[in-house]
């Protein structure tokens, strides 16, 4: 099955998602859970599915990524034909960057043709969920059609936030239309299965051969080139036969729990983080045979100790702490942690998620925060209290969250 399918991950968004998180990386590269980065889940997808050979076509601020990449994800074996590979643009034919999705694979088109596999999986490396691509890849063998769309429920007609697919009584795409609104997010309803209401989760698996006829037959600039599924798939559903393969299924070796999210703007990035938080998330990240991986550098324990001046212990309350951090006498609520972090004597965090390296000087208080890595909030600081005062200095969501930045203090 892993020689049959080339995977090209696709991570070129020009910061499309929770701005101001992508002003200095792209959307995979985005933090996410305390310990991730967004790309990890796409990534320890394939991994699981024993899909390794995979491309990451890299492109806007990319070295975040890229450094990722090389410090989590040097674990496969090039001597088994196994890698993980990013590609920014090559320019073998013109001084051009990726123009969109398709171009991109257009222009690395020489990597698919000299590959053995007979199958291409495209997928979007900015998005959370857990898939076994190698039950895809059987099920797209057994519908003999030469494009398989992986599709989930959702509520209703109106909740589209990606493109929307009609179906016929066997499974086959009709008509896929626009998306009906934009900004929302995340899990879909496990009742409305049954609803006939689906959209793309941005996982499109090609028959080689019928990729690079398609390849040579749309013309660069013939059609716009934002979303695979509605500017190139959609006018081919005439044409051919294009499978829609249902997310969630009872077969596969992953526990079906039907989550996905697109990270589309902050406050879908914040909801989506929160809910970990919960006693029962709806993404299960403890699943044992379904662990993500990632890098994780090689820090001290996480710990809390008694504030230096006022003695007062450090606490935290449901909360995710990684490694270095420290709650040296201040409180951390339904918050998380990312490694390094230090709350200061009498600081308290509530709601908010602190990059890796922030430090809360002592006193400081934050609420329904984002704080960026390696910002150092002042002693006595109120972020989160005063929306007015907070829209003046920071990046203020619609749903009321905090994202902090560098250049305020420094």
Same mark, same amino acid.
């Given at each position: 099955?892993?020689?049959?399918t080339?995977?090209?991950?696709?991570?070129?968004? !020009?910061?499309?998602?929770?701005?101001?998180?992508?002003?200095?990386?792209?959307?995979?590269?985005?933090?996410?859970?305390?310990?991730?980065?967004v790309?990890d889940?796409?990534?320890?997808?394939?991994?699981?599915?024993?899909?390794? %050979?995979?491309?990451?076509?890299?492109q806007y601020?990319?070295?975040?990524?890229?450094?990722?990449?090389?410090?989590?994800?040097?674990?496969?074996?090039?001597?088994?034909?196994?890698? =993980?590979?990013?590609?920014?643009?090559? /320019?073998?034919r013109?001084?051009?960057w990726?123009?969109?999705?398709?171009?991109?694979? !257009?222009?690395?088109?020489?990597?698919?043709?000299r590959?053995?596999?007979s %199958?291409?999986?495209?997928?979007?490396g900015?998005a959370i969920?857990?898939?076994?691509?190698?039950?895809?890849?059987?099920?797209?063998?057994?519908?003999?059609?030469?494009?398989t769309?992986?599709?989930?429920?959702?509520?209703?007609?109106?909740?589209?936030?990606?493109?929307?697919?009609?179906?016929?009584?066997?499974e086959?795409?009709?008509?896929?239309?626009?998306?009906?609104?934009?900004?929302?997010?995340?899990?879909?309803?496990?009742?409305?299965?049954?609803?006939?209401?689906?959209?793309?989760?941005?996982?499109y698996?090609?028959?080689?051969?019928?990729?690079l006829?398609?390849?040579?037959?749309?013309?660069?600039?013939?059609?716009?080139?934002?979303?695979?599924?509605l500017?190139?798939?959609?006018?081919?559903?005439?044409?051919?036969?294009?499978?829609?393969?249902?997310?969630g299924?009872?077969?596969?070796?992953?526990?079906?729990d039907?989550y996905?999210?697109?990270?589309a703007?902050?406050d879908?990035?914040y909801?989506?983080? /929160? %809910?970990?938080?919960?006693?029962?998330p709806?993404?299960?990240?403890?699943?044992?045979?379904?662990?993500?991986?990632?890098?994780?550098?090689?820090?001290?324990?996480?710990?809390?100790?008694?504030?230096?001046?006022?003695g007062?212990?450090?606490?935290?309350?449901?909360? /995710?702490?990684?490694?270095?951090?420290?709650?040296?006498?201040?409180?951390?609520?339904?918050?998380?942690?990312?490694?390094?972090?230090?709350?200061?004597?009498?600081?308290?965090v509530?709601?908010?998620?602190?990059?890796?390296?922030?430090?809360?000087?002592?006193?400081?208080?934050?609420?329904?925060c984002?704080?960026?890595?390696?910002?150092?909030?002042?002693?006595r600081?109120? =972020?989160?209290?005063?929306?007015?005062?907070? !829209?003046?200095?920071?990046?203020?969501?619609?749903?009321?969250?905090?994202?902090?930045?560098?250049?305020?203090?420094?």
């Amino acid at each position: 099955m892993s020689a049959d399918t080339l995977i090209l991950v696709l991570a070129i968004d !020009r910061g499309v998602g929770p701005e101001p998180l992508t002003l200095h990386r792209t959307k995979a590269a985005v933090p996410f859970g305390g310990k991730y980065r967004v790309i990890d889940f796409t990534l320890a997808n394939c991994l699981h599915s024993g899909l390794r %050979q995979v491309l990451v076509l890299t492109q806007y601020k990319s070295h975040s990524l890229h450094k990722h990449l090389r410090d989590a994800w040097s674990i496969f074996n090039p001597e088994l034909g196994e890698f =993980i590979t990013a590609v920014p643009p090559q /320019m073998l034919r013109a001084q051009e960057w990726y123009a969109g999705p398709f171009d991109a694979i !257009r222009q690395n088109r020489y990597l698919i043709e000299r590959n053995r596999a007979s %199958q291409v999986l495209v997928v979007d490396g900015g998005a959370i969920y857990r898939m076994d691509y190698a039950e895809l890849a059987r099920s797209h063998a057994e519908s003999q059609a030469p494009i398989t769309v992986a599709m989930r429920a959702v509520p209703g007609a109106g909740s589209a936030t990606q493109a929307r697919l009609t179906l016929d009584a066997h499974e086959r795409i009709t008509e896929i239309l626009p998306p009906t609104c934009q900004g929302q997010d995340e899990r879909a309803d496990p009742g409305a299965e049954d609803a006939e209401h689906f959209e793309s989760m941005g996982v499109y698996l090609f028959d080689k051969d019928f990729l690079l006829q398609e390849l040579d037959r749309i013309e660069v600039g013939a059609r716009p080139d934002q979303d695979l599924a509605l500017d190139i798939i959609a006018p081919l559903v005439s044409e051919q036969s294009v499978l829609g393969y249902r997310f969630g299924q009872a077969r596969g070796r992953v526990t079906p729990d039907r989550y996905w999210c697109d990270l589309a703007t902050v406050d879908a990035y914040y909801r989506a983080n /929160m %809910q970990l938080l919960r006693a029962e998330p709806p993404i299960d990240l403890y699943q044992a045979d379904w662990n993500i991986h990632t890098y994780q550098g090689q820090y001290p324990p996480a710990r809390t100790v008694p504030g230096p001046a006022t003695g007062t212990e450090g606490v935290f309350v449901n909360s /995710m702490l990684a490694a270095g951090t420290v709650i040296s006498g201040g409180g951390v609520n339904h918050s998380i942690l990312y490694p390094c972090v230090q709350v200061k004597d009498g600081a308290i965090v509530e709601a908010s998620i602190l990059f890796d390296g922030v430090q809360v000087g002592e006193g400081a208080h934050l609420n329904r925060c984002i704080v960026e890595k390696d910002v150092v909030i002042p002693p006595r600081e109120q =972020i989160g209290f005063d929306p007015k005062l907070d !829209r003046e200095r920071f990046t203020l969501s619609e749903e009321g969250i905090v994202v902090v930045t560098h250049g305020v203090w420094d």
